[in-house]
């Protein structure tokens, strides 16, 4: 009964919640495995008030990564004082990301220079100026609604599929606002869907 409650609540309040503004604000590496990876830098970037996000990776790997390391992510939300996890908690393995992932994968998997392939081998990669595109962010994410603002951390962890090695962690803080558009019909009917998605899920 008290599922079903909670279900309710938050359809009842996505319905008023037709646009998410996504807006990375800090980025730390927690660490790197020197083993395999000799530095890795990600950094966020705007260059005026009004222009795009910008992303940096860069980094120099010692061994070639393939689909033997699992990217996992997961997202948390700030409430109360601690971050407590989100149901938005997925695991891919490295070429799968990018090859598959619909949004992330294929946003970051676009913007490579044009004749990579996945597995990569070992070497020094600089992805300079990759712009992040969250404004058709397809998934509900399924908060509590504390508030209109909503203070989240995305861990990031990269490790060897076969030996449960760490190759890489890091966090990156976002702040999410929601917003609401009465006018916007067509978005509500893509936030509902969405909704009977992650209902399926639960
Ligand atoms: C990583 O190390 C390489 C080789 O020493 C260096 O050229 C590069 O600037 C470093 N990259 C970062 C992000 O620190
Ligand atoms: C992972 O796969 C890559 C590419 O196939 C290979 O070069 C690398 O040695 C493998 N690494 C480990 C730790 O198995
Ligand atoms: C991709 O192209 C760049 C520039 O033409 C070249 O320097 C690089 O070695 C190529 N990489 C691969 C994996 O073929
Ligand atoms: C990244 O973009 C900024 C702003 O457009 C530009 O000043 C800078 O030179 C670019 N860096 C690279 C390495 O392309």
């Known amino acids: 009964m008290l599922v079903v409650m909670k279900i309710l609540a938050i359809v009842y309040i996505l319905r008023l919640i037709w646009a998410m503004e996504i807006a990375p604000e800090r980025h730390e590496v927690e660490y790197i495995n020197k083993k395999y990876l000799k530095n890795l830098?990600?950094?966020?970037?705007?260059?005026?008030?009004n222009s795009p996000l910008y992303v940096s990776m860069e980094l120099e790997?010692?061994?070639?990564?393939?689909?033997?390391?699992?990217?996992k992510m997961a997202l948390y939300e700030y409430l109360a004082g601690h971050y407590i996890p989100t149901p938005l908690n997925v695991?891919?393995?490295?070429?799968?990301f990018l090859y598959h992932e619909p949004f992330f994968g294929q946003m970051y998997a676009k913007q490579f220079p044009e004749n990579w392939t996945c597995p990569f081998p070992a070497g020094e990669y600089h992805f300079v100026n990759m712009t992040i595109h969250l404004e058709n962010f397809?998934?509900?994410?399924?908060?509590?609604?504390?508030?209109?603002?909503v203070r989240t951390r995305a861990?990031?962890?990269g490790f060897f599929t076969h030996t449960n090695e760490e190759v890489f962690r890091?966090?990156?803080?976002?702040?999410?606002?929601?917003?609401m558009n009465p006018k916007d019909v067509k978005k509500n009917k893509a936030v509902k869907h969405n909704i009977n998605k992650e209902l399926a899920l639960i």
């Open 41 to 49: 830098s990600v950094v966020f970037r705007k260059f005026s008030r």
């Open 61 to 71: 790997s010692l061994v070639g990564v393939g689909d033997n390391m699992t990217l």
């Open 91 to 96: 695991a891919y393995t490295f070429c799968d």
């Open 138 to 149: 397809p998934y509900t994410i399924p908060f509590t609604y504390s508030s209109m603002i």
């Open 155 to 157: 861990d990031v962890q």
């Open 170 to 179: 890091w966090k990156t803080f976002i702040k999410i606002t929601q917003k």
